[in-house]
């Protein structure tokens, strides 16, 4: 197998009492798709920020194709941010820029990797807006105008764009009608295997983990109970929480 692409060793973080990361470990190899699972609270979303650098641990290591992520630079950072990484958040909000056309949030992007002309961009905003669903012709639309569903699928053009080695989603269809969802995880699912991508996607959803990860981490108090491929995870789960997990879906 590929050298991995992140690495993390012994992440340990605490908020007073409360032990968001207790001892993690994580690999993600090129092209790997990683659910991250758990209950509310259970320190997935805190895991997701400190893997990319934007929040510190108390201890522990994070490296990037050899790069020691915890020790680079803000500015070092925020280039591979732009580059080689993505992020989706649950809010749309949070990785589009509201007042800006849908063009123009897939072209900024573009242009923060050194795109300068202003044809090619444009037919690139345009290809990546059907890509992911939304009609070009409403391309100078700003995504205030767009359902929830539809800005969802512009941040995640906007995030792929510049083709990245490493996405973090964290809950990409949390807050969306189930319909919309289920759209979007098949979207997600067609572009993470039609470009490689490496994911690493934290969500409630078991259905959305099995639909898309080739591995599962269960976490629950900071602590990474279990992991695995996500068939033999959810088929045959060997740590009681993971056990409790799988029977509450099957009962729903
Ligand atoms: N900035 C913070 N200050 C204090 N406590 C925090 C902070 N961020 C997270 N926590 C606590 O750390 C723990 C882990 O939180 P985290 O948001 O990572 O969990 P989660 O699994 O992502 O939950 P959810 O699914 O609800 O988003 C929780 O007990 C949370 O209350």
């Keep these: 197998m590929n050298a991995p692409l992140l690495t993390a060793r012994d992440l340990t973080l605490r908020f007073g009492r409360i032990a968001a990361l207790d001892g993690v470990d994580l690999e993600i190899h090129p092209g790997e798709v990683v659910a991250i699972v758990g209950e509310s609270g259970s320190g997935k979303t805190t895991l997701l920020r400190v893997l990319s650098g ?9 490296s990037y194709l050899g790069q020691d992520v915890l020790g680079m630079s803000e500015a070092a950072r925020r280039r591979l941010m732009r580059t080689e ?4 958040h649950q809010n749309p909000r949070d990785g589009l820029r509201m007042a800006v056309s849908a063009g123009g949030n897939i072209g900024e992007r573009l ?20 890509r992911v669903e939304i009609d070009p012709a409403r391309m100078d639309e700003v ?4 359902s929830g569903g539809m800005q969802q699928r512009l941040q995640i053009a906007r995030t792929l764009v510049t083709l990245p080695k490493l996405v973090f989603m964290d809950e990409p269809t949390g807050g969306l009608d189930v319909s919309v969802q289920a759209r979007l995880l098949d979207l997600i699912r067609a572009l993470v295997a039609d470009l490689g991508l490496a994911v690493l996607i ?14 599962m981490l269960v976490m629950r108090h900071g602590v990474v109970v279990e992991s695995g491929l996500t068939d033999r995870v959810l088929d045959d789960p060997q740590h009681p929480y993971t056990q409790l997990l799988v029977s509450s879906v099957l009962a729903a």
């Design 54 to 62: 934007l929040m510190r641990p108390d201890g522990g290591e994070v």
């Design 111 to 130: 242009m923060a990797t050194g795109a300068r002309h202003y044809g090619n961009i444009r037919e690139q905003a345009s290809h990546w807006l059907t």
């Design 202 to 215: 934290v969500t409630h959803d078991i259905a959305a983990a099995r639909l898309l990860a080739h591995r």
């Design 85 to 88: 990484w993505g992020f989706v």
């Design 143 to 146: 995504p205030a105008k767009f």
